[in-house]
């Protein structure tokens, strides 16, 4: 089953160059049709509230505040998926993105649910995500480019892949699961979560492997190199906030784990990207 899926890069889900880009998005398609049918409503999550309720003060604070990231996250970008959808360049590739848009529906649910069983309450307001906000600009040029020739098309799928697949799902997301892993997963803890979370990483890999491979393709035309860099390079300071930023639920502050370390999980993760796109090693 994914004998297309190669191994020579550093990441394991890009799909093959070898196949063209629609035969590539149906095979995703295919593959989300007949694979992605997880149900956000069916995961077990009695065992986290049990953990959950169980935990210190210190460590409730943070897992609000670090679900409350993804479900702010999952949410706004299923909001606004659409024009991702309609700058899709045929009916192959926008049957893929359609999957997408509703699997990011189902990650939005899953966290939802998330806060109303094991947590009993309304997620926290406040937590920071620049580069989430700014999908509400991109938006606006995805939108505009649809009225534009081809090459203005070109060049705002582009910049939508590099900001939303690249950078969102690609770094931000990523490095979210092993946060989780490091903090609760690789104590046995929230399996609830932990399950959540590999289910959305097989919708991810899809997501994420779809776009680094036309971002990798068109890395090959400079224009799109230079496009592509300039929003990772723009972006690398807002990364590094979604973890900097001081832990405050209901006016009170609470300290990050140690085995957080999201600034340097997220620049590993940064690089790895650049490296998936540019296919060699690329300096911060
Ligand atoms: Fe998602
Ligand atoms: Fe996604």
Redesign the pocket.
């Known amino acids: 089953m994914s004998s297309h899926f190669h191994q020579d890069t550093t990441d394991e889900f890009i799909p093959s160059l070898d196949k063209t880009t629609d035969e590539v998005a149906w095979d995703l398609y295919r593959k989300a049709i007949r694979f992605g049918n997880w149900d956000p409503a069916a995961i077990d999550l009695s065992q986290d509230k049990q953990d959950f309720a169980a935990f210190d003060e210190d460590l409730k604070g943070y897992l609000i505040h670090f679900c409350t990231g993804f479900l702010d996250a999952e949410e706004n970008?299923a909001l606004k998926f659409c024009p991702w959808i309609m700058l899709g360049s045929s009916t192959e590739q926008q049957a893929f993105l359609s999957t997408?848009l509703l699997?990011?529906f189902k990650h939005t649910e899953f966290f939802m649910r998330y806060f109303k069983e094991v947590f009993g309450r309304e997620r926290i307001s406040g937590v920071q995500n620049i580069v989430q906000q700014k999908l509400d600009e991109r938006v606006k040029k995805m939108l505009a480019a649809l009225e534009q020739g081809p090459e203005e098309r070109e060049a705002a799928l582009v910049e939508g892949l590099t900001h939303y697949q690249g950078i969102i799902?690609g770094v931000q997301a990523m490095t979210g699961y092993d946060v989780y892993e490091a903090v609760f997963g690789s104590k046995g803890l929230l399996p609830g979560l932990g399950e959540g979370f590999a289910r959305i990483k097989e919708?991810?890999g899809r997501?994420v492997g779809f776009g680094l491979r036309m971002l990798k393709l068109f890395a090959r035309n400079p224009a799109h190199a230079r496009r592509i860099r300039a929003l990772y390079d723009e972006y690398l300071p807002h990364i590094l906030i979604r973890y900097d930023q001081p832990v405050v639920v209901d006016g009170r502050e609470y300290p990050t784990p140690p085995e957080v370390r999201g600034r340097e999980r997220l620049t590993k993760m940064f690089e790895r990207r650049l490296r998936d796109i540019f296919g060699k090693p690329v300096s911060v």
């Open positions: 970008v997408q699997e990011e799902e919708d991810e997501h």
